[in-house]
T-cell receptor, first 113, second 112 residues
Framework: RKEVEQDPGPFNVPEGATVAFNCTYS??????FFWYRQDCRKEPKLLMS???SGNEDGRFTAQLNRASQYISLLIRDSKLSDSATYLC??????????????FGTGTRLLVSP | DVKVTQSSRYLVKRTGEKVFLECVQD?????MFWYRQDPGLGLRLIYF???????EKGDIPEGYSVSREKKERFSLILESASTNQTSMYLC???????????FGPGTRLTVT
């Protein structure tokens, strides 16, 4: 079983739509959670951290459910520029070593006019 | 702005060649990382370093070595390149005890 699992998509949505991605992780001791964004042929960049209480940054909302071990990302009012691959990232807990981040394989989003 | 640069964007090498990939960061970050990214497998950690001359194996260190002689520079070495090392290689850096990693633009290596 992969440590971090995501639906690869692609999610095809029209501009203005709301879209949500989920991600599950296997290590219940995981301590930090992030969403990174990766544009085609570019490097990953941090989109947002995910806090236990949930957090929002403009049109983006991230939530964490520790009991079910999943993380979600909600994008409201999708823009063409949101088209990218979204990587779910988990930092291992105690005994998984140092500051290792585990990356999911990503969910691809395509926003069309 | 943090800047992480990698020596080449594209590289083509022959099987058996020794390959050097260099990464430089300009933000005085303590931690540096090398990943490879392959379709369907995502980013996988090869090696990381949390200080000059220090290195730790990641998930897939076989066939690779690293060198960190200066804080800003982290090199990945393929001792004898093989076709299964054809991949996108990404370098990243971060501050100590801060988990956000900043990535370089990547080197797409093809081994023929």
């Amino acid at each position: 079983r992969k440590e971090v699992e995501q639906d690869p998509g692609p999610f095809n949505v029209p501009e203005g739509a709301t879209v949500a991605f989920n991600c599950t992780y296997s290590n219940s001791a995981s301590q930090s959670f992030f969403w990174y964004r990766q544009d085609c042929r570019k490097e990953p960049k941090l989109l947002m951290s995910v806090y236990s209480s949930g957090n929002e940054d403009g049109r983006f909302t991230a939530q964490l459910n520790r009991a079910s071990q999943y993380i979600s990302l909600l994008i409201r009012d999708s823009k063409l520029s949101d088209s990218a691959t979204y990587l779910c990232v988990v930092r291992g807990g105690v005994n998984t070593g140092f500051q290792k981040l585990v990356f999911g394989t990503g969910t691809r989003l395509l926003v069309s006019p | 702005d943090v800047k992480v640069t990698q020596s080449s964007r594209y590289l083509v090498k022959r099987t058996g060649e020794k390959v050097f990939l260099e990464c430089v960061q300009d933000m005085d970050h303590e931690n540096m990382f090398w990943y490879r990214q392959d379709p369907g497998l995502g980013l996988r950690l090869i090696y990381f370093s949390y200080d000059v001359k220090m290195k730790e194996k990641g998930d897939i260190p076989e066939g690779y070595s690293v060198s960190r002689e200066k804080k800003e520079r982290f090199s990945l070495i393929l001792e004898s390149a093989s076709t299964n090392q054809t991949s996108m290689y990404l370098c990243a850096s971060s501050l100590a005890r801060v988990y956000e990693q900043y990535f370089g633009p990547g080197t797409r290596l093809t081994v023929t």
